[in-house]
């Protein structure tokens, strides 16, 4: 098993930054892969980032150029700084983990943008 916390999230104005952090404990080493999503209210989960084992990374369109994924593998932490921020950016971010066998997600922060 695999546990993920989630923090950073907050309220923000348009054009401000904010960076999620997302700490993972337990089966580590199984972890191939890590992500955030965000669903808006009344929408689905999208993706917003990924990253790999190896550093390589992926990006949804709508965030390309203003959100950047990372990981510290000390601290077994993702993070997804998030710049230029828009009213449309706001959602409850998850951060997830992906293993051979399973998908594991944190229990979501909440990022509200005002105009």
């Known amino acids: 098993q695999v546990q993920l916390v989630e923090s950073g999230g907050g309220l923000v104005q348009a054009g401000g930054s904010l960076r999620l952090s997302c700490a993972a404990s337990?089966?580590?080493?199984?972890?191939?892969?890590m992500g955030w999503y965000r669903q808006a209210p009344g929408k689905q989960r999208e993706l917003v980032a990924t990253?790999?084992?190896?550093?390589?990374?992926n990006y949804a369109d709508s965030v390309k150029g203003r959100f950047t994924i990372s990981r510290d593998n000390a601290k077994s932490t993702v993070y997804l700084q998030m710049n230029s921020l828009q009213p449309e950016d706001t959602a409850v971010y998850y951060c997830?983990?992906?293993?051979?066998?399973?998908?594991?997600w944190g229990q979501g922060t909440q990022v509200t943008v005002s105009s």
């Open positions: 990253i790999t084992n190896s550093g390589s990374t």
């Open positions: 997830n983990a992906i293993s051979d066998y399973d998908i594991f």
């Open positions: 337990g089966s580590i080493f199984s972890i191939n892969a």
